[in-house]
Nanobody, 115 residues
Framework: QVRVVESGGGLVQPGGSLRLSCVVS?????????MAWYRQAPGQQRELVAE???????KYADSVKGRFTISRANADKTVYLEMHSLKPDDTAVYYC????????WGPGTQVTVSS
């Protein structure tokens, strides 16, 4: 069974940066999957914020374009989300999964942007 574990969140001031990591275990085919980062703010639906294909083509939600960068390390079965110029609206729990969200959700990692 595939398991994902996210980490790297924390409390950061507006304008600050964070780097999130997502480690995938239990999948022998990680390298061929398109991977995605999602976030869910309190009282809001979960939204997809970034995707990366097997050949590292990336796509971003308009709200994070130019500030967030998704990358992957296939040998480590890890996906990263580098976040800069963070805003209070970026406050959410961040998750990774397939774009189809077919895997069980991991615990997520809390990102809080506040002064």
């Amino acid at each position: 069974q595939v398991r994902v574990v996210e980490s790297g969140g924390g409390l950061v001031q507006p304008g600050g940066s964070l780097r999130l990591s997502c480690v995938v275990s239990g999948s022998a085919f990680f390298g061929i999957y398109t991977m995605a980062w999602y976030r869910q703010a309190p009282g809001q639906q979960r939204e997809l914020v970034a995707e990366i294909t097997r050949d590292t083509t990336t796509k971003y939600a308009d709200s994070v374009k130019g500030r967030f960068t998704i990358s992957r390390a296939n040998a480590d079965k890890t996906v990263y989300l580098e976040m800069h110029s963070l805003k209070p609206d970026d406050t959410a729990v961040y998750y990774c999964n397939l774009p189809t969200a077919r895997w069980d959700w991991g615990p997520g990692t809390q990102v809080t942007v506040s002064s």
